[in-house]
């Protein structure tokens, strides 16, 4: 929905979706995701212009019943116009509960304009 400003650098202030596949394979107590995706940017404007496609790796080795390390690189492509990032990070993952999951990650990116540091910090509530 086109509720983050663009002036403001938070969306592009227009109707945008986007669709993420994922695939998890565990072998005993490590785990690989699979993900690929679409982002179809201001679908109004009829255009794939700022449309990327994502295509990411990640694998989780849970080391106690809690914690959880996380390493994972992932790929936004352009559809059309643009060059390509490359992001990989690492770091830790804490079951606070049966149902959260805290994340903790930092990592860097390469490709033009490309962040040179990068962290995420995000929780996972299942109900």
Not at 8 to 23: E, K, P, R
Not at 80 to 88: K, L, P, Q, T, V
Not at 95 to 113: D, F, Y
Request: overall charge negative; charged content about 15%.
């Amino acid at each position: 929905m086109p509720t983050a400003s663009e002036d403001s650098g938070l969306g592009t202030g227009n109707w945008d979706t986007g669709v993420v596949l994922i695939a998890t394979r565990e072998w005993g107590r490590t785990s690989i995701d699979w993900n690929v995706g679409y982002s179809a940017n201001d679908l109004s404007a009829a255009e794939l212009g700022d449309d990327h496609w994502f295509l990411g790796q990640a694998v989780r080795q849970q080391l106690t019943d809690r914690w959880t390390a996380i390493g994972e690189i992932f790929a936004i492509l352009p559809h059309s116009n643009g060059s390509a990032n490359i992001h990989f990070s690492g770091g830790a993952q804490l079951t606070v509960r049966e149902n959260l999951v805290l994340s903790a990650l930092i990592g860097s990116a390469v490709g033009h304009n490309s962040p040179d540091l990068t962290s995420y910090l995000g929780f996972t509530f299942v109900y």
